[in-house]
């Protein structure tokens, strides 16, 4: 019996410890992805970067977060039936990761080069198409693998404190912003040069975080998946399971705020006239947004799950283009005032972001039969990716129509989700 026991303690503790290394790995993980993006900004550093590149045209500044989005999103679906089959998914994370994040340093180089604007602009494409697509892969493992080494009554509150941590670090990202995109900073290309040279930086430590994971085998016998072609599967889930039909349909309605996601900061500064160094104050407002939202709905989500905190997910939404709407009218002439409505309104857009972990993809993630994560998840992202087309629709309809009908566009999706999220019904936290 001594014996015995002794076994069980020593398992308990190695449990603990790798429960450690993993919490620890993720953190930094994320901590570290989030400041990459921070210095990227797909919605205020990359569109700057589009437009400088492009002679400020609207189509394709929004081609650019078309591409960020849509290269993300479309090929969860193929990416997640072909891992459901496998009993460990780090290898693919890290063999997607290295891959993808590489071209955000071959970027770097092309500006540090400063080679041709129309290169450049091509060259962007082409390393937003990579980084993304690689991202795209390595998330669907990430989801998976966070889900059988996190149990699910520390998911909310460890999911939490990661985005704090990212958000935490991209507020500090915000102040090298501010100063590369200010009078101060270097000259055009070399100021982008620093940003991801800096943002490569992140994603190299973040890459070396996640190889101190410790990924379980999963039981991947009872996958559904794998008995049934991708159109028959997809059929499958949408048939059979509603709560999977009705979160489909709240991300869809969400999303169509992406039609003026990139062309928020484009008013702010050509419309309103207020000073391109007050970009790195608008992130460092979305940083701040993120980190209260994550502690707020992490904690939320902890105690009251994920059901809930998909309505609150659709409130905040609704505030980025209700308010542009209103500076639109009130803004003009009055800089101070302008520049305090966008602090504000990236604040909402950065606890937007935040909810959408913690309400949208761990309502999946609680749904999802534990062997079918991947496919739920990779499904889920791929329905979300056919809005992919709207950041371009929105420029056009800014193109020819106006910022006020673009604005008011953008925001009938989450006034109509709200009601579909509320309908959504409770579900409790899935056990690994």
Known sequence: MLEESNVKSAAMLTDRQTLRRNVAALLTDSASFGMAMGF???????????????NNSEPLVGLIT?????????PQLPFGRWMAGRTRKKPVLIGSSIIGRSFILLFTLALAARFDQSI????????VIIFRGGDS???????DIISKVLPSNLRGRVLGAAQSGAFILEFGASFVVAWALGSNGPAFPLNYAVLFGAASIGLLVSTLALLFLIEPHADVSDNVSAQLNISDHTRHILKSDQSFRQI??????????ALATPFYVLHATRYLGVAKDSIGLFL?????GGVISSVALGALNERRGSTVVVPISMLLAMVPPILAVILHVVGVGNIDLAKAGYILLFAAIGATDASFLLGFLTFVLDIAPPSERTAYT?????????LV????????????????????AAGIGPVIGLLVALRLPHVRHNEV
């Open 40 to 54: 990227m900004g797909y919605t205020t550093v990359l569109p700057a970067l589009a437009a400088a590149l492009t």
């Open 378 to 386: 990779g499904l889920a992202n791929t329905i979300g990716g056919l």
């Open 248 to 257: 489909s349909v709240a991300r869809l309605l969400i999303g169509i705020t």
């Open 120 to 127: 450049l602009f091509v060259l962007l494409a082409v390393a």
């Open 66 to 74: 078309t591409l960020w989005v849509g290269v993300w999103l479309l």
């Open 389 to 408: 087309i709207a950041p371009t629709i929105g420029g056009l309809v800014l193109r020819y129509t106006s910022y006020p009908v673009l604005f008011i």
């Open 137 to 143: 892969m390595s998330a669907v493992a990430w989801f």
């Open 284 to 288: 460092a407002a979305q940083t701040i």
